[in-house]
């Protein structure tokens, strides 16, 4: 029997699984044709030829320097890889799925965008950076609760791939054009942000199946 080994979703355990089993709740993931549809071969070096053509414009335009043009086009890519960690406190212990991007001819495109939001999404008053930066910012938190307050929670399926395309866009759009040092002109971050969102690539079970999401929007 062969198995594959994950860290459990939540906590610090460890989850040996049957492989068999591993590679079918991934296959259940990468079937949802909403968020998802199949690509005849392995579109890596198209993707990558995508990407070096909107650099390359950008860069003729005076939008980006040549830093940042080597930055974005100078290393071989690769398609993201999907994984998944068992969700121990769930019923039949679903797969929290996990994209690896690694090296995808994307990836530093998408580090140029998030760079750019930056301003934006830390001044949000809901930012939270990491767990200390929670724990410090609920101590501010009057104590006890107001009566009457109900404490929630809410857990949202496939939270990334459910964005709305279109109202994401615009608000990206609101966010760069009220930068304080705009690096790189609004219309062609956008533009990057379509480039990567366009071509988010996925192989899955060591590349016999190739994937592309349709709609997807990395956290920053």
């Known amino acids: 029997m062969k198995i594959v080994i994950r860290p459990a979703d939540k906590g610090s355990g460890i989850v040996v699984m049957d492989r ?13 044709s909403v968020t998802n549809e199949d690509v005849p071969s392995n ?24 830093d940042l ?3 974005m086009t100078g290393y071989e890519g690769t398609s993201s890889k999907m994984q998944g960690n068992q969700k121990l406190h769930k019923p039949g212990m ?30 949000l008053l809901s930012y939270i950076r990491d767990t200390t930066d929670f724990l410090n910012k609920i101590k501010n938190i009057l104590q006890p609760l107001l009566e009457g307050t109900l404490i929630f ?8 791939p459910s964005v709305p395309r279109a109202e994401a866009r615009a608000a990206v759009i609101e966010a760069l054009n009220g930068r304080s040092n705009p690096e790189i002109p609004t219309e062609d971050v956008v ?12 192989s899955f079970n ?3 199946r190739q994937r592309r999401r349709r709609s997807v929007l990395t956290s920053v």
């Open 20 to 32: 068999d089993e591993y590679v079918r709740k991934l296959q259940g993931e990468m079937s949802d």
């Open 69 to 71: 043009r080597r930055y």
């Open 94 to 123: 679903p797969l929290r799925t996990i994209v690896n991007g690694r090296d995808h001819p994307t990836e530093k495109m998408m580090a140029i965008v998030e760079d750019e939001l930056r301003e934006h999404v830390t001044s």
């Open 43 to 66: 579109r890596t070096r198209t993707v990558q030829n995508k990407v070096k053509k909107v650099v390359d414009t950008l860069y003729k335009k005076g939008s980006i320097d040549n």
């Open 206 to 208: 060591d590349g016999h």
């Open 153 to 160: 929670c809410l857990d949202v399926k496939a939270l990334y």
């Open 191 to 202: 533009r990057m942000m379509d480039t990567v969102l366009e071509n988010n690539t996925i």
